[in-house]
Nanobody, 123 residues
């Protein structure tokens, strides 16, 4: 089986923080760019953050710039998404996947999707 396993989601108050984890299963994370995406039921899956294979380059969607930080631990075979100052509009299922690069960031070009982890931001 080649996929990611996402974890760390939950219910949080507006303004709160969560840290999501993305553990690679069945393959080595080293050598592959990793993207974080989110999806609301009935809507398309949207890229929100991407990190290059060595972690030297990161890209973010405008909606999360300044609030979210993507990182990776190639030795531990895990990528992370630190989410601060969460807003109700951040409520979604969050996924990670591998792709060819981060200069262009489209879900159709990414692979090895996991089942996702639910993030709910509410009072």
């Amino acid at each position: 089986q080649v996929q990611f396993v996402e974890s760390g989601g939950g219910l949080v108050q507006p303004g709160g923080s969560l840290r999501l984890s993305c553990a690679a299963r069945g393959f080595g994370l080293t050598g592959w760019p990793v993207g974080w995406f989110r999806q609301v039921p009935g809507e398309r899956r949207v890229g929100i953050a991407c990190i290059s294979n060595r972690g030297s380059t990161t890209n973010y969607a405008d909606s999360v710039k300044g609030r979210f930080t993507i990182s990776r631990d190639n030795v531990g075979n895990t990528a992370y998404l630190q989410m601060n100052n969460l807003k109700p509009e951040d409520t979604a299922v969050y996924y990670c996947a591998t792709g060819p690069g981060c200069s262009q960031f489209y879900a159709v070009n990414f692979r090895n999707w996991g089942q996702g982890t639910q993030v709910t931001v509410s009072s």
